[in-house]
């Protein structure tokens, strides 16, 4: 099992509040990523991180923003939440070279 | 061209039939390849990963892989109504920024076995 926590599950609020959404891991690995997924739909990557102070844009443009001070903490803030950002934010860590990724329970938000 | 094509189904099977899933991907150089489960509402779950050419099996799944033709699959064998969820399949690319590698998922095949 893989020990990878996010929180919150599940967030509800309002438009224009500043959100965080935690995620950790406890297995030493190196890289972290966040991926926004709608129902039924694909994985979009919106940010990666190689290492403590490295972090980079994913494939979707996204108004989030991300931090990377622990090597086992990464999380995501936005500053202002809009309807538009609805969705569910996985997060995910791999180790080394290896691409086998492994996952958070994953938060998912609803912005009224 | 995606990078990684999947065909989004939904693959409907009866019980104990063989489900195959397939994915095509655009980089010749991709060197690993890897099938990902996800029950709906649920996170993604790494269940194979393939990085020779040929087959690799575990238990009822089996991953084959074709590099000439940048071609992955996964047969699931004795299907059963548990195994019903979305497939992703994801190669490991090399970064925009050039670092390192990522994983790249495509959208995932809907498998449906029904009784």
């Known amino acids: 099992e893989a020990d990878i926590y996010q929180t919150p599950r599940y967030l509800v609020i309002g438009t224009g509040k500043k959100i965080t959404l935690e995620c950790s891991q406890t297995?030493?690995?190196?890289?972290m990523y966040w991926y926004q997924q709608d129902p039924g739909m694909e994985l979009h990557l919106i940010h990666y991180?190689?290492?403590?102070?490295?972090?980079e844009k994913g494939d979707l443009s996204s108004e989030s923003t991300v931090s990377r001070i622990r090597t086992e903490h990464f999380p995501l803030t936005l500053e202002s939440a809009r309807p538009s950002h609805t969705s569910q934010y996985l997060c995910?860590?791999?180790?080394?070279?290896?691409?086998?990724?492994?996952f958070g329970q994953g938060t998912r938000l609803t912005v009224v | 061209q995606k990078e990684v094509e999947q065909n989004s189904g939904p693959l409907s099977v009866p019980e104990g039939a063989i489900a195959s899933l397939n994915c095509t991907y655009s980089?010749?150089?991709?060197?690993?390849f890897f099938w990902y489960r996800q029950y709906s509402g649920k996170s993604p779950e790494l269940i194979m990963s393939?990085?020779?050419?040929g087959d690799k099996e575990d238990g009822r799944f089996t991953a084959q892989l074709n590099k000439a033709s940048q071609y992955v699959s996964l047969l699931i064998r004795d299907s059963q109504p548990s195994d019903s969820a979305t497939y992703l399949c994801?190669?490991?690319?090399?970064?925009?920024?050039?670092?390192?590698?990522?994983?790249?998922f495509g959208r995932g095949t809907s498998l449906i076995v029904h009784p």
């Open positions: 297995m030493g690995h190196d890289k």
């Open positions: 980089d010749r150089v991709s060197q690993s």
């Open positions: 393939i990085y020779s050419n």
């Open positions: 995910a860590s791999t180790k080394g070279v290896s691409a086998e990724a492994f």
């Open positions: 991180s190689y290492g403590v102070n490295s972090t």
């Open positions: 994801a190669v490991k690319r090399l970064s925009e920024a050039g670092g390192s590698y990522i994983p790249t």
